[in-house]
């Protein structure tokens, strides 16, 4: 298995990841999940409109350090870290029409969610945060943001899953089973030049466990969850990892530790709650 490292040189890969975090200012979308029949670029709304979209494209891409959100935020990702491009990509995580599926039904809160539910959930658990309120500008504009990245798309609300239509798809493991020893070995290979042979990030590429990480609440603490998004995403910019390189280094990087999920302390206080009725850690 070649290193990763030997294909693209460190410099190389901070320009690809700043592409990948600050895609922001270029404005360009594609609005379908094949990129060779996607627009040129798509124009920003006009007026409040649009720096209401402009500021949730900020607050996506910088997360963890944007004014609005870090508040919420106690680790090192940004939203882009897993829906990547900014919630661009086709299959990583993406907003594409993402709006167009909500509200939709929750197994995990048991009750039917509107798209920021599902917005503010995620800053609890893979953003290891606390909920930000409903209505605030946080919830605001990375809703509008995404709900402009779903224009023209015809809703269909998930009666079974909050997902987009676009979601990230699960891998068929056909009896496939994960093996932390080589997802190890991979990981030494494939990943540890962006992500540090620690785990703790780099310049180059987010903490992919550890404190500054997501927590085992999150979706991506599941392997076989985690293994799918690896398969369409990484490496970044030459994704050839096969179902079980995938499995195996998923298996790997969740085999350490990192922050543990308890509901009641990623709740805000209940003055700024607002509308909250899940129960489930």
């Known amino acids: 298995m070649r290193k990763y490292g030997q294909t693209r040189k460190r410099g190389q890969m901070r320009t690809v990841w700043a592409a990948t975090l600050f895609l922001a200012g270029a404005g360009l979308l594609a609005s379908s999940t094949r990129s060779e029949d996607a627009p040129q670029s798509k124009?920003?709304?006009?007026?409040?409109?649009?720096e209401v979209v402009r500021l949730g494209e900020e607050i996506v891409a910088r997360t963890s350090e944007h004014p609005l959100s870090k508040q919420y935020v106690q680790n090192k990702l940004n939203c882009t870290s897993c829906h990547l491009d900014s919630g661009r990509h086709p299959q990583a995580g993406s907003f594409l029409?993402?709006?167009?599926?909500?509200?939709?039904?929750s197994p995990r809160e048991k009750r039917v969610i509107t798209l920021e539910d599902r917005v503010l959930n995620c800053f609890m658990r893979s953003q290891n945060g606390i909920r930000p309120p409903n209505g605030s500008q946080v919830s605001v504009a990375i809703t509008t943001y995404i709900t402009w990245l779903s224009e023209g798309s015809a809703i269909k609300m998930n009666p079974n899953k909050p997902l987009g239509p676009n979601h990230t798809p699960e891998l068929t493991l056909d009896g496939l089973k994960p093996n932390v020893e080589r997802g190890a070995r991979l990981y030494a290979n494939q990943c540890a030049d962006c992500h540090s042979e620690d785990g703790l990030g780099t310049d180059e590429g987010p903490p992919v466990w550890g404190k500054d990480s997501y927590n085992d609440g999150?979706?991506?603490?599941?392997?076989?969850?985690?293994?799918?998004?690896?398969?369409?995403a990484m490496p970044l910019g030459d994704e050839t990892l096969t179902t079980q390189e995938a499995l195996d280094i998923a298996a790997f990087v969740n085999s350490h530790s990192r922050p543990k999920f308890v509901l009641s302390e990623h709740l805000p206080k209940q003055e700024k709650l607002g509308e909250y009725n899940g129960t489930q850690d």
């Open 43 to 50: 124009q920003y709304p006009p007026g409040k409109m649009g």
């Open 97 to 105: 029409e993402t709006a167009a599926a909500y509200p939709a039904w």
């Open 218 to 232: 999150a979706g991506l603490s599941r392997v076989p969850k985690l293994a799918s998004w690896l398969k369409v």
